[in-house]
């Protein structure tokens, strides 16, 4: 029998290799997707999540667990959608116009991933056109809009602003070093998130 507690400790450790093979083994047996999915890959990173909120690990330690958990789902996706497996929520994600930087993008993108989001991510430098086509065509409950730098800040805005001027009823949450809640809250965002860990629950409670 395919032990999920050891791949939800392996996506916590960020053991790759027995992340796979747990999974594999788990598909093979015939266990439900659902339940790998729940208590592997979730539970790891629910784990991961929590320990990064309470200062125990670091952003290198979120990133190799969730690379962990990225190859294990690749594998598990197909599975997912055979099994009629439907995403928590779905969201678009990128950095605005005229940033260029994406670890912290790239971190919320995996959490969600993880959390069993379908995410949509845009890469660097979106524009603001880019992200309401995208999240129209796709028909998302939320997009996620990152900046690090304070000169870009203002493409959150004209962001924002676009986007309820198509008239989209997704929710926007923000976040990024120089973001704050005030400044959330002055630009009509739907929430702000000042971590990683902190964004999967921001995400649930905006679609809740």
Do not use: C, W
């Amino acid at each position: 029998m395919a032990d999920l507690q050891a791949l939800a400790q392996a996506i916590i450790t960020g053991d790759q290799n027995t992340a796979l093979e747990v999974t594999k083994a788990a598909i093979q047996e015939g266990t439900a997707p659902k339940k790998i999915l729940d208590e592997g890959l979730i539970a790891g990173m629910n784990t991961i999540g929590e320990r990064f909120k309470n200062n125990e690990v670091y952003i290198p330690e979120v990133l190799i667990a969730a690379r962990a958990m990225k190859s294990a789902l690749q594998i598990l996706e197909p599975e997912l959608v055979k099994a009629g497996v439907e995403p928590v929520g779905s969201l678009v994600v990128g950095t605005v116009q005229g940033d260029l930087h994406d670890i912290g993008k790239n971190l919320v993108a995996m959490m969600l991933k993880g959390a069993g989001f379908n995410v949509i991510d845009l890469g660097v430098d979106v524009a603001p056109e880019e992200f309401v086509a995208q999240a129209k065509k796709a028909n998302v409950q939320l997009v996620g809009l990152s900046a690090l730098l304070t000169t870009t800040m203002p493409s959150m805005e004209r962001t924002i602003k676009a986007i309820k001027e198509a008239g989209l009823s997704a929710k926007v949450m923000i976040g990024g070093a120089p973001v704050t809640q005030d400044y959330a809250d002055k630009i009509g965002a739907d929430g702000y998130s000042p971590d990683a860990a902190s964004a999967v629950d921001l995400a649930k409670s905006l679609i809740a």
